[in-house]
Structures are given as structure tokens and as C-alpha cells.
């Protein structure tokens, strides 16, 4: 499985920005989508999960609200909407893709993930 996110850049506070991510390669039908960031300093933090099967879609409290997963199924192709942007919203964003836990998004974002893909740096300016 590989998988790229793409879509990061230089922001103002209050902005919107859509990240993306592509999967390719041999994978399960039945397989999770998470999204990551990891801010300067910080560990890095799930914020939400998504089916590939369905399009159901977990958030952590931390980010709810404010961000938006889906997915174009025939793309293979996910997207994250972050609206509102906030200079500690800043931090490098990942996909990844979990193929072991199934419906369960919380525990998949938790705990899961099988494969990484590169990062998109997101800078947002006060």
C-alpha cells in the first residue's frame, strides 16, 4: 500500500484548506483511513478516521467541528476540510491506512494503522 498527502501550504488564520490523500497498491476492500498531524514540539495526534467501505467517519473531541473527512471512492482518493485554521493548528499532516481493525475507526485511529504515507506541512499565520 502506498499513499501520499498532498494539499498543505502557507494559510491565515481563519482560512479553510483541503488536504488530500491518494491509496494505491494491493489492499483490502474493508480498510480505515487516518488522518494525522504532529505539531513543532509535539507528538503526533490522530484526528479522524475514515471507512473506506462506507464512508463512516470518527473525530477526536480535539477537532471536531472544525474538520471534515471524506472520501472519493472511485479515486481511492480521501480528503480532510479543515476550516477556521488556528496558528496551533500548524503541524505536519499524514494518511495512513489501518487494515486490521475493521469498523471499530476509534480503535483503528487509537491504536491501528498499517501503513504511513509521506506528511504535508501546514503552516497556518496569525
Known amino acids: 500500500v502506498q499513499l501520499q498527502a498532498y494539499g498543505g501550504g502557507l494559510v491565515q488564520s481563519g482560512d479553510s484548506l483541503r488536504l488530500s490523500c491518494v491509496v494505491s497498491?494491493?489492499?483490502?476492500?474493508?480498510?480505515?483511513l487516518g488522518w494525522f498531524r504532529q505539531a513543532p514540539g509535539k507528538e503526533r495526534e490522530g484526528v479522524a478516521c475514515i471507512s473506506n467501505s462506507d464512508g463512516k467517519a470518527y473525530y477526536e473531541d480535539s477537532v471536531k467541528g472544525r474538520i471534515t473527512v471524506s472520501r472519493d471512492y472511485g479515486k481511492n482518493t480521501f480528503y480532510l476540510q479543515i476550516n477556521s485554521l488556528k496558528p496551533e493548528d500548524t503541524a505536519v499532516y499524514y494518511c495512513?491506512?489501518?487494515?486490521?481493525?475493521?469498523?471499530?475507526?476509534?480503535?483503528?485511529?487509537?491504536?491501528?494503522?498499517?501503513?504511513w504515507g509521506k506528511g504535508t506541512l501546514v503552516t497556518v499565520s496569525s
Open positions: 495512513a491506512v489501518d487494515e486490521e481493525y475493521g469498523s471499530n475507526l476509534r480503535l483503528a485511529l487509537r491504536v491501528g494503522m498499517d501503513y
Open positions: 497498491g494491493e489492499r483490502q476492500e474493508d480498510y480505515a
